[in-house]
């Protein structure tokens, strides 16, 4: 059984930047993909990017493309979410979530981390 | 990028009643459609995967159907436990998306 443990919540100014780490335990970490969502508050769902640690690259929603930085550590089964220049419109619980492929649904979700931005 | 829709946005069922949530893609998404649950406070669930495989646990009342752009999630008969906010997500292409989601409540 797959589990993801995220790190714990931050509080951030204005044009700083954050960043969340999610590690995996249970299963095979590098032939997996981990995506990253988020959710503001009372809203809907919102996938940002993407990255399949065997290969080491990371796909973007455009949104995100050049804002956030996702990367893994297969030595350490965690991956890495960066946001930099962050507004008060990212404030929001981020998910990290498993998928058994670069194409699959998304199996098993970690705990999430709220981020405050505020000044 | 592909557009996910869902309706309605919100439905109110009584408890032992069947509910019926669409999903619509922008452009074909093959059979590569999801659903998952969420209640307050929690990290989302996944119910369906491949549009229409039931994730493991997942009880025989949540059935899933459809491919390429329409899609269906029909709870069979509603228990208390299934009042909450569902949302579909096309894992066809990059970027993936979500639906808006569709909140089930008590009526």
């Known amino acids: 059984q797959v589990q993801l443990v995220q790190s714990g919540a931050e509080v951030q100014r204005p044009g700083s930047s954050v960043k969340v780490s999610c590690k995996a335990s249970?299963?095979?970490?590098?032939?997996?993909?981990i995506s990253w969502v988020r959710q503001a508050p009372g809203q809907g769902l919102e996938w940002m990017g993407g990255?399949?640690?065997?290969?080491?690259?990371?796909n973007y929603a455009q949104k995100f493309q050049g804002r956030v930085i996702i990367t893994a550590d297969e030595s350490t089964s965690t991956s890495y979410m960066e946001v930099t220049s962050l507004k008060s419109e990212d404030t929001a619980v981020y998910y990290c979530?498993?998928?058994?492929?670069?194409?699959?649904?998304?199996?098993?979700w970690g705990q999430g981390t709220l981020v405050i931005v505020s000044s | 990028e592909i557009m996910m829709t869902q309706s309605p946005a919100t439905l109110s069922v009584s408890p032992g009643e069947r509910a019926t949530l669409s999903c619509r893609a922008s452009?074909?998404?093959?059979?590569?459609l999801a659903w998952y649950q969420q209640k307050p406070g929690q990290a989302p669930r996944l119910l369906i995967s491949?549009?229409?495989t039931r994730a493991t646990g997942i009880p025989a009342r949540f059935s899933g159907s459809g491919s390429g752009t329409e899609f269906t999630l029909t709870i069979s008969s509603l228990q208390s436990e299934d009042f909450a906010v569902y949302y579909c997500?096309?894992?066809?292409?990059?970027?993936?998306?979500f639906g808006p989601g569709t909140t089930v409540d008590i009526k």
């Open positions: 990255i399949t640690p065997v290969f080491g690259i990371a």
């Open positions: 491949d549009a229409s």
């Open positions: 997500h096309q894992y066809n292409d990059w970027p993936f998306t």
């Open positions: 979530v498993h998928g058994s492929g670069q194409y699959s649904s998304l199996d098993h």
């Open positions: 249970g299963g095979t970490f590098s032939n997996s993909a």
């Open positions: 452009q074909s998404v093959g059979s590569n």
